[in-house]
């Protein structure tokens, strides 16, 4: 996936609608810390979730072409209705690698020992049934049942006025009816609402892409030899070999420091 021109140093740009991406980008940092990373929310079109699929072309093509000023070596898609929706349009149109969601984690998700997976997710990503197309090409067996939940991104963000735990209870019963081995986050804003989840479901029920989808991010880079080289300088004032050998109690030190 990762296009061979891109810097090792240059930054990866993220985008979603709003926050919801930044469940991913938490996960990211944490794992990757020293990559240098650029963060988009897209407010002024938020939510996503009922946007037209040529409105989500258009974000995300303004984005990326914003993200590509700014020099990146890679963009991950934090989004899951614009991975569903635009990602197939936009992607051949960069010479730097795009990461979605969906795609990105369908191959592991659907190799867990599991036959019924819910999918919670916003309007656009149920009605482009990429949950479902992705998980049945990877697993044949796998039924996929999808459930809109078009208020759950407005709690998150903090704005309208529904009654937030009888809409997630709601949504949650409809979906136990299904009896589901798991159920995907399919909407990055959707982690934030894991308590008021567990209130009424066990947290083990739960699928957050977000950890897959940073180590197929993390493993694509690893593979390219495009992970960021932080630069580290080791000085000593004298004996830089015994300094070399005795870092190894703390710290693989990878080469003898100068002496100054
Ligand atoms: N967080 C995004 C997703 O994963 C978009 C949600 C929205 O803005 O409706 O789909």
């Known amino acids: ?20 991406g930044l469940s991913v980008y938490s996960r990211f940092r944490k794992l990757l810390p ?7 929310g897209d407010l002024k079109n938020l939510p996503y979730g009922n946007k037209t699929q040529e409105e989500l072309i258009g974000f995300a093509r303004n984005i990326l072409d914003f993200l590509k000023t700014k020099g990146v070596k890679a963009v991950v898609i934090a989004c899951n209705t614009s991975s569903a929706l635009a990602y197939d349009y936009i992607k051949d149109d960069y010479d730097f690698p795009i990461y ?4 990105s984690c369908a191959k592991v998700i659907a190799g867990m020992d599991i036959e019924r997976v819910g999918v919670f997710a916003t309007e ?7 949950y479902n197309r992705e998980l049945t090409f990877y697993n044949s067996k796998v039924k996929v049942k999808s459930i809109a939940c078009p208020n759950w991104v407005s709690i998150v963000e903090g704005v309208g006025s529904v009654d937030a735990d009888s809409d997630i209870k ?4 409809e979906m136990l009816s299904f009896n589901p081995d798991k159920i995907i986050l399919g909407c990055t804003h959707y982690p934030y609402l894991i308590d008021r989840l567990t209130k009424f479901a066990p947290k083990e029920l739960f699928i957050d892409p977000a950890e897959i989808f940073v180590d197929f991010i993390k493993k694509d880079l690893e593979l390219n030899d495009k992970i960021c080289q932080a630069s580290e300088e080791f000085y000593v004032s004298a004996e830089p070999e015994k300094f070399l050998e005795n870092s190894k ?5 990878k080469f003898l420091p100068q002496i100054v």
């Open 1 to 20: 996936m990762v296009k061979s021109s891109m810097k090792k140093n240059a930054p990866i740009g993220f985008f979603d609608s709003g926050v919801g």
């Open 34 to 40: 020293s990559e240098n990373t650029i963060y988009y």
């Open 100 to 103: 979605p969601i969906i795609q």
């Open 124 to 130: 656009g990503t149920v009605k482009s049934d990429a």
């Open 170 to 173: 709601n949504h949650l019963e």
């Open 249 to 253: 109690i703390f710290y693989d030190v």
